[in-house]
């Protein structure tokens, strides 16, 4: 078992030393622990289950929705777990292995107090660099969302929603989130 507190510098293989189901991620060759989710990260990852369930349903539309904790490597010194991620029916085959190699074509991540800094920053700025083309930020805090577009390599802010407002996808057609329905518990 790997120990986090000699090395400065950690690599995909040293990350996959770790027990199954350990609270890290490797975001820049660090290992980063959190803790387990806020009560409210997880209803709103429950309710966007039921969104995207009905969505896939409606549409027909092919491709895999899948939910943290997944591991996405983008290369040797990130491994993230996005909160959700979806990746298109074409490039399944090329990404889905032991675990996601490459950019997923859709993330979305949920804040919670212990984890805003790298979802908005770190995380984030890997995800652009390695081009998912659409990246979804809700705020549990603030009751918002935020929609990025990924363009010319650099993301710029697509859609702000708040509560009362439909967040809509260009990746996705049809798919919609209905910003209080985030919320409901």
């Known amino acids: 078992m790997l120990t986090a507190d000699k090395k400065k510098k950690y690599t995909v293989d040293d990350y996959l030393l770790?027990?199954?189901?350990?609270?890290?991620q490797l975001i820049n060759y660090d290992l980063i622990m959190s803790p387990s989710p806020l009560p409210i990260h997880q209803q709103v990852v429950y309710n966007l289950s039921e969104i995207i369930v009905l969505y896939t349903?409606?549409?027909?539309?092919?491709?895999?929705?899948?939910?943290?904790?997944?591991?996405v490597k983008f290369d040797e010194g990130n491994v993230l777990q996005p909160d959700i991620l979806y990746i298109t029916e074409e490039r399944k085959a090329d990404l889905i292995k032991n675990r996601i190699e490459g950019a997923p074509?859709?993330?979305?991540?949920?804040?919670?107090?212990?984890?805003?800094?790298?979802?908005?920053?770190?995380?984030?700025?890997?995800?652009e660099k390695y081009?998912?083309?659409e990246y979804i930020i809700i705020d549990p805090?603030?009751?918002?969302?935020d929609l990025y577009l990924l363009k010319d390599g650099a993301y710029y802010l697509h859609q702000k929603a708040q509560t009362g407002e439909v967040l809509t996808s260009l990746l996705l057609p049809g798919f919609e989130l209905e910003v209080v329905k985030l919320f409901i518990q």
Do not use: C, T
């Open 18 to 24: 770790l027990e199954e189901g350990a609270p890290f």
């Open 57 to 71: 349903i409606q549409q027909g539309r092919k491709g895999q929705w899948l939910y943290s904790p997944m591991d």
């Open 105 to 127: 074509d859709l993330i979305i991540e949920i804040l919670s107090p212990s984890n805003a800094y790298y979802d908005l920053r770190q995380k984030k700025d890997i995800y």
């Open 131 to 133: 081009g998912v083309k």
């Open 141 to 145: 805090i603030q009751q918002n969302a």
